[in-house]
């Protein structure tokens, strides 16, 4: 049988020398103190406590221990300690200590009483364990998760919701101040065309410069994306000023970047609002200095813009539009006009006619589409409306046909949103079929300022071309680029815009442009038609000039369709009815 262990024996037996080595080797720092002598002095330290502290046994031997503590260690921690040895029991604190040499380190403390044979209390032992990394990796990713709480982490500047509180902050204080809401117009382009890292270095070196600009007086944000804020709270806060810092906010970001050698320039719009002169609070600021940065925006104004509250006006009336424009189209309150092209030869013979959409409203009577075709084409309606006006047209264009009317082709208008949209062609090829209008009767205009993106643009105008129909720039001229769409892109038609036929032939210059407008594309083997010709001189001039075709009030004005069909019967030289 084998033989019980015993704890008796002696390889069980610790001699208190040993008891003594083995304490002096522990890898922890360990403290003995006796309550019952004055001021509680430690009466033994071992070798892990010297490593941890670096003082010797002389040091400390016979003194409080208070000599590892410093300014800011835990009042209330200590005093926790007090009460455990008052209390004669064990307690456990993280205690921000100094070693000999007064650096600091963190110490996870457990003291536990010792008591004699009869309870009487005889020493305290202190257990110490070095935590700093543990408590510094602690204090580094809170550091981290309130620096994303409250920053922004490319830029470093306020994030938006921090941003808010100190807006809330400072209106508390009463004081006159303002909020700048930038923005960098098409940023989009930049992070496509160079990548995002250089869009991130931009945004960061854009944030450095506004830092700058705004200094002292400015709190800046980073709201989103390309979207900064400064909250502006000079001295001196009247209107001037503010428009003067934010015009400095502009031009500091508006100094060329550099990426690779190559200058970078971004232009950016400006929305500023005030308090307390739009708003009290701070969401009101907020929203409002939005607003006048959209209008800054939107038309281009590249001068920082302020808030007025007939901008309140304009938006209402633009979301009582949106709302109603889907009704109207389901009300049948949309009309098709058309505006007559003839040839540009005096005798003017009827060559075609443009679809021009007309909006009768029961509340605002007939509303001009300039007034409402840039919010369906913000708003994505246009592709609904457009199909309607593409069928509408299409259908009225074979019925003429059919009626015995002259078979002239129709021109209808295209917006950048419908022409970029995948079903673009279905829906074109879906009027035609439905209609049975063949496609040479059918033109499409487009405008330059939708050609930017020429592989695209390129491939959608062949398939409609091969199908037969026939492809215009409209308001040509007014874009940009335009010889290089000439020759790369597959056009039939040159609308000249009206600007130019406007003051000919009284103007020499603008005649002399408009002889070249139509020598250019003529030479790229296009028809030319000018529009907006309004006087028999405009017209002769044209005439003479080689221009193809006319189109203008001088020959008519838009017209609705009994109209139309009055001038059909008066070209077929019928009686009028
Ligand atoms: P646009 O395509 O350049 O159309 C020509 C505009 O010039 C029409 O204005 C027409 O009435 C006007 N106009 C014609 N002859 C003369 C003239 O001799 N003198 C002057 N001063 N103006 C003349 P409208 O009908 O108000 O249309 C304005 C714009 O609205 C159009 O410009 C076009 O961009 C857009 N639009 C009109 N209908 C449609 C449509 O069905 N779809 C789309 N996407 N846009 C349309
Ligand atoms: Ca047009
Ligand atoms: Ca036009």
Redesign the pocket.
């Known amino acids: 049988m084998e033989e019980s262990l015993r704890f008796d024996q002696p390889e069980f037996i610790i001699t208190a020398p040993e008891l003594i080595r083995a304490m002096e080797r522990m890898g922890v720092g360990l403290i003995i103190t006796n309550p019952n002598l004055p001021d509680n002095p430690v009466i033994y330290v071992n070798q892990g406590f010297k490593e941890m502290t670096g003082y010797e046994a002389e040091d400390v031997l016979m003194r409080n221990c208070r000599c590892l503590q410093g300014p800011d260690t835990s009042a209330e921690d200590l005093k926790k300690i007090k009460l455990a040895q008052t209390e004669r029991r064990a307690e456990t604190v993280t205690l921000k200590n100094y070693r000999k040499d007064g650096t600091p380190f963190w110490n996870q403390l457990t003291i536990s009483p010792v008591f004699g044979e009869s309870g009487e209390l005889l020493y305290f032992i202190g257990l110490q364990f070095d935590i700093t990394k543990e408590v510094e990796e602690k204090e580094n990713s809170s550091r981290r998760i309130r620096q994303l709480a409250f920053f922004d982490s490319l830029t470093g500047l306020l994030n938006m919701s921090h941003f808010k509180t100190e807006l809330e902050k400072q209106l508390q204080e009463d004081i006159p101040c303002a909020v700048i809401r930038l923005n960098i117009d098409r940023f989009r382009y930049i992070n496509e065309s160079y990548g995002d890292k250089v869009g991130d270095s931009l945004l960061l070196e854009a944030a450095e410069r506004m830092k700058q600009a705004a200094g002292k007086d400015g709190i800046l944000c980073r709201s989103f994306a390309d979207d900064f804020i400064v909250l502006l709270k000079p001295e001196k806060c009247s209107r001037y000023h503010i428009h003067m810092l934010a015009r400095m906010l502009a031009d500091a970001l508006h100094k060329p970047h550099y990426y690779k050698n190559e200058e970078i320039r971004l232009s950016y719009s400006i929305g500023i609002s005030m308090y307390p002169d739009h708003g009290n609070e701070g969401f009101q600021l907020l929203n409002h200095a939005d607003l006048a940065l959209k209008k800054c925006k939107q038309e281009n104004i590249g001068e920082p813009y302020w808030f007025h509250f007939s901008l309140l006006d304009q938006i209402n009336k633009r979301i009582e539009m949106e709302k109603k424009l889907p009704k109207a189209l389901e009300n049948e309150e949309f009309e098709?006009?058309f505006?007559p092209k003839c040839g540009g030869s005096p005798e003017m013979p009827l060559a075609g006619a443009?679809?021009?959409?007309?909006w009768n409203d029961p509340e605002q009577g007939l509303v001009?589409?300039?007034d409402f075709?840039p919010i369906a084409?913000e708003n994505g309606f246009?592709i609904r409306?457009?199909e309607w006006?593409l069928s509408e047209s299409c259908r009225l264009a074979k019925a003429w046909q059919e009626e015995g009317y002259p078979k002239i082709p129709v021109s209808?208008?295209?917006?950048a949103a419908?022409f970029k949209h995948p079903h673009f062609i279905d829906m074109v090829e879906h009027a035609l079929v439905s209609s049975g209008l063949e496609p040479k009767y059918l033109e499409l205009?487009v405008?330059e300022t939708m050609l930017n993106d020429p592989v695209v643009i390129k491939e959608k105008l062949e398939r409609l071309r091969s199908r037969g129909i026939k492809i215009s720039i409209?308001?040509f001229g007014t874009g940009y680029s335009s010889i290089h769409y000439l020759k790369t892109l597959p056009i039939d038609i040159l609308?000249i815009?009206?600007s130019f036929v406007q003051d000919t032939p009284m103007s020499k210059q603008d005649s002399a442009l408009l002889v070249s407008i139509i020598q250019l594309g003529k030479s790229f083997g296009l028809t030319v038609l000018a529009?907006?010709?309004?006087s028999k001189s405009q017209l002769e001039f044209l005439a003479a000039s080689g221009c193809d075709l006319i189109?203008?009030?001088?020959y008519s004005?838009?017209l609705n369709r009994e109209a139309m069909e009055q001038l059909f019967r008066k070209s077929m030289g019928q009686a009028l009815i």
């Open positions: 098709l006009y505006q443009e679809v021009l959409l007309r001009p589409p300039m075709i084409e246009i409306l457009g006006i209808v208008n295209v917006s419908q205009e405008t409209d308001d609308k815009d009206k529009e907006g010709v309004e189109q203008g009030y001088y004005r838009p």
